[in-house]
């Protein structure tokens, strides 16, 4: 089945600097990949996807960039603010009935 | 359009005990996944239910089980509490297959099993 590895597992930068999460899955058939993002006590929320027929895509701060070939994903998130403090979670689903999660990045904006 | 909704919010159970836990989806969405949260672990994949039929299921042991009702609305069962239950379990509910559109959670329910 799928697997799903996420790094760092815990990230500090500087506000105003950039932050990058990286994934790798192990099914080379996934082709669909969601990143979650869930603020302390809150629910984890979608704030950008990524089909395996595109290999970047960018919402205003935040583009994610997939490589079919490594078989790995990143989210990249520019001009961090106070605000993108939470826990990112990459994942991948093999267009069936099931979401795989990573184990999650705990990313820490510094004033 | 109402959310994801997950009731009770917080739940305290004995070791031994059996527990139910309810899922409202977003209507009109049909199928309703469920998650279980621990630190360190992140969200791990319990089951899938579309239109009353489990269509897919994780690496748990036969104590967790769930249900769907003709109205999407779904039950997740643990029978024989552990002390390793305690976590926090979110539902997520979506239009379709779950591994093709945004899946929407629900707030959770946090079980502590003592």
């Known amino acids: 089945g799928e697997n799903v590895e996420q790094h760092p597992s815990t990230l500090s930068v500087q506000e105003g600097d950039s932050a990058v999460i990286k994934c790798t899955y192990s099914d080379s058939a996934s082709n669909y990949f969601p990143w979650y993002k869930q603020e302390l006590g809150k629910r984890p929320q979608l704030i950008i996807d990524i089909r395996s027929n595109v290999g970047e895509k960018k919402d205003q701060r935040i583009a994610v960039t997939l490589n079919k070939t490594a078989k790995h994903f990143s989210l990249h998130i520019t001009e961090t603010q106070p605000e993108d403090s939470a826990v990112y979670f990459c994942a991948a689903s093999l267009n069936d009935d099931k979401i795989i999660f990573g184990k999650g990045t705990r990313l820490h904006i510094l004033p | 359009k109402a959310g994801v909704t997950q009731t009770p919010r917080y739940l305290i159970k004995t070791r031994g005990q059996q527990v139910t836990l309810s899922c409202s989806p977003i209507s009109g969405h049909r199928s309703v996944s469920w998650y279980q949260q621990t630190p360190g672990q992140g969200l791990q994949f319990l089951f899938e239910y579309f239109s009353e039929t489990q269509r897919n299921k994780g690496n748990f042991p036969g104590r967790f089980s769930g249900r769907q009702f003709s109205n999407s609305r779904s039950e997740m069962n643990v029978s024989t509490l552990e002390l390793g239950d305690s976590a926090l379990y979110l539902c997520?509910?979506?239009?379709?297959?779950?591994?093709?559109?945004?899946?929407?959670f629900g707030q959770g329910t946090r079980l502590t099993v003592v």
């Open positions: 997520a509910s979506s239009s379709d297959r779950v591994g093709n559109t945004e899946a929407f």
